[in-house]
């Protein structure tokens, strides 16, 4: 029997306030927890802005249960 790989991928957009494309995102993780995959995808967008010079900055997640956790709701 084969053994299959599982793992998790993150990704993201970076948009200026005007909503155009600044740049994209991806990366590969091993096999993890979701609410892991949405944080190491926030972490990593939140990174490329701040080394591209943006240091106002607002996201947009789907994720209700890390939106919670970022604004100490939980």
Known sequence: MSQVNLCCG???LCRDHTCIFLCGFHGKLGRE???YVEIMALL???EICWEKGHKR???YRNSL???QLV???V
């Open 33 to 35: 927890d979701i609410l």
């Open 71 to 73: 604004n100490h709701e």
């Open 65 to 67: 249960h890390l939106v």
């Open 44 to 46: 990593r967008g939140l």
């Open 57 to 59: 900055i607002t996201c």
């Open 10 to 12: 993150l990704w993201g």
